[in-house]
Each structure stands twice: as C-alpha cells, then as structure tokens.
C-alpha cells in the first residue's frame, strides 16, 4: 500500500508524518512552510499587506513569482504542489537549520 510522508528538520527535533493520501501530506506540508515563513494567508488582503511589508519582496523575484496561498485548504493537488513547489526553496536561505520533504512510500509487512 502507498502511502505519503512528509518530513521535517529543524533546530527543534525531527518530526515525520505519514498520509494516506497525497493531498493530505501536501496539505500538512503547505501548512509548515506557510508557518515557517510567516505567509500571512487567511485572506486577499493579509496576503497583498503581506507583499507589501516583506522587507525582500521587491527585489526578489522569487517572492515575486510566489502563488497566493489564500484558500489553500480547498486546493487542488496541482494547485499544493505549485505553493510547495515554490514556498519550500525559500526555506533554504531564509529559515535557520530548516529542511521538509514530502516523498511516497510502501507501507512493508
């Protein structure tokens, strides 16, 4: 049987989480990154404040490109992928001792 994992490491421990579905590790790991980086989310316009107040936003164009994340409970699994996709790699400079991953497995006998 498949199943997702999504894996985390920071300066606070190691923390894996195993899913049924890849939409609900997807779901898990766009919830860490959008913590971990400070996404405000919840609406249209804490995200545009949000670009606004970001001190690297303008001269960045990996912000710039960044997919709003607001409705990302309702997402498609092309629509989580995308935001992973682009939030995960922000981590890598922005974020101390931090590292997620998302992979797919077999459960073994």
């Given at each position: 049987?498949?199943?997702?994992?999504?894996?985390?490491?920071?300066?606070?421990?190691?923390?894996?989480?195993?899913?049924?579905?890849?939409?609900?590790?997807?779901?898990?790991?766009?919830?860490?990154?959008?913590?971990?980086?400070?996404?405000?989310?919840?609406?249209?316009?804490?995200?545009e404040q949000w670009k606004q107040t970001e001190e690297t936003w303008e001269?960045?164009?990996?912000?710039?490109?960044?997919?709003?994340?607001?409705?990302?409970?309702?997402?498609?699994?092309?629509?989580?992928?995308?935001?992973?996709?682009?939030?995960?790699?922000?981590?890598?400079?922005?974020?101390?001792?931090?590292?997620?991953?998302?992979?797919?497995?077999?459960?073994?006998?």
């Open positions: 049987m498949d199943i997702w994992v999504f894996t985390e490491k920071g300066e606070d421990g190691f923390y894996t989480t195993t899913h049924l579905t890849e939409k609900g590790c997807l779901l898990s790991a766009v919830d860490v990154l959008i913590d971990v980086l400070g996404v405000d989310a919840d609406t249209e316009e804490m995200w001269n960045d164009t990996e912000w710039a490109e960044l997919p709003c994340p607001v409705g990302w409970r309702e997402m498609t699994l092309k629509e989580l992928w995308n935001i992973f996709e682009h939030y995960e790699p922000l981590t890598w400079d922005r974020v101390d001792f931090f590292d997620c991953g998302v992979s797919k497995t077999q459960v073994q006998p």
